[in-house]
């Protein structure tokens, strides 16, 4: 957190295919390097295997994917009277988002799939059947915060 001002929040421009600023802020996750041009290869080799697997429209699945991932609580660790607690916290939007987009991440590069557009095109096809590891995190964490709504109480 800032001390004396607030940080700014950047505008990000929307990809050039698909004209959606969500899409430019996950291919900005998934770039390594500042290899923009590899980033968006993959996210649109993947779109094309989502739509001749799925034969729908990919940003509609990725979309949904990312709806279907984000989670709307989380725990933190408070430290109160020499014992940590683990507090449910709400999540807003864009916090969830960016959570979303690290699993979906993380998850689709530990994959087993031949290539990078293949893991993340799998990864995605699995979260928008809601089903795959990044889905069972977002279970695991809402568990989790479910298991601890005693120590609700603890956050400030």
Not at 25 to 52: H, P, Q, R, T
Not at 97 to 117: C, D, H, K
Request: one cysteine or more; glycine letters at 6%; aromatic letters at 8%.
């Amino acid at each position: 957190m800032p001390r004396k001002r607030k940080a700014i929040v950047r505008e990000v421009l929307p990809d050039p295919k698909f004209n959606d600023v969500v899409l430019t802020k996950f291919m900005n996750c998934l770039m390594k390097e500042g290899k923009k041009s590899v980033a968006e290869g993959i996210v649109y080799g993947a779109f094309d295997i989502i739509a001749a697997k799925t034969k729908q429209e990919p940003l509609e699945v990725f979309k949904a994917a990312i709806n279907n991932v984000r989670p709307l609580v989380k725990v933190v660790s408070r430290r109160v009277g020499g014992s940590n607690y683990q507090i449910p916290m709400e999540v807003n939007e864009k916090n969830g988002r960016a959570i979303a987009f690290r699993w979906l991440i993380g998850y689709a590069r530990a994959r087993s799939e031949q290539s990078m557009i293949e893991k993340l095109a799998a990864e995605l096809i699995a979260a928008y059947k809601k089903e795959g590891a990044s889905i069972k995190k977002r279970e695991d964490t809402h568990k989790m915060a479910d298991a601890n709504k005693a120590f609700a109480h603890l956050r400030w």
